[in-house]
């Protein structure tokens, strides 16, 4: 009898580890549709995107370049983020918004992530003109956070929380349009967020 207790508590635990183990997995698996469902992005204000000037940058940015072969502007802008994601380090204190500071210092916040994200992006559509299908515009977006309706950035937050940068792309020809927090990709590998 008390064997068969012990075996049938065994059996349970495993049972509920199992479970356990395939939530995390789905969490994993299923975290970027998951977080554009929670987390919604509003651009309130746009910022200007500084064209590259340094040569060691634009050198190596035009390396990668050529190495890629894509001709979609989303690819592009795939493309873009990662190269940004791999070149930065997230940091919580205030750091320049220039994107050849960021690069070089190689650390920045949300404003500095989508800084140079927008820059790399707009770069590369000045170099792919004539391979990319459709002519994409790029805005660099200042604005709020919202999970599941509540605002978690605004004016009477502390300086941190006030406000979120990220990048949005629209196509010139269709209505189709996506948004980018290369700081968000940089951690949790999401590629795309929810915007308005």
Request: proline share 3%.
């Amino acid at each position: 009898m008390l064997d068969h207790l012990i075996y049938t508590n065994c059996a349970v635990k495993k049972r509920g580890f199992k479970l356990f183990l395939l939530g995390i997995l789905l969490l994993v698996l299923l975290r970027g549709p998951l977080f554009r469902w929670c987390i919604r992005y509003e651009c309130t204000s746009t910022q200007e995107i500084y064209r590259l000037q340094d040569e060691v940058l634009l050198a190596q940015l035009r390396e990668e370049i050529a190495k890629t072969s894509a001709r979609d502007i989303w690819n592009w802008a795939e493309f873009a983020q990662r190269f940004t994601a791999r070149h930065l380090r997230f940091v919580t204190n205030p750091e320049s918004s220039q994107p050849e500071q960021v690069w070089s210092n190689g650390k920045a916040h949300c404003v500095g992530y989508a800084a140079l994200m927008g820059a790399v992006l707009e770069e590369v559509y000045r170099l792919k003109h004539d391979e990319i299908l459709l002519s994409p515009k790029v805005t660099h977006c200042r604005g709020e956070i919202y999970l599941l309706g509540w605002r978690l950035t605004g004016p009477n937050r502390l300086a941190f929380f006030r406000d979120h940068d990220f990048i949005y792309v629209s196509s010139s020809v269709y209505s189709d349009a996506e948004a980018y927090d290369p700081a968000i990709y940089d951690y949790l590998r999401i590629k795309r967020v929810r915007a308005q």
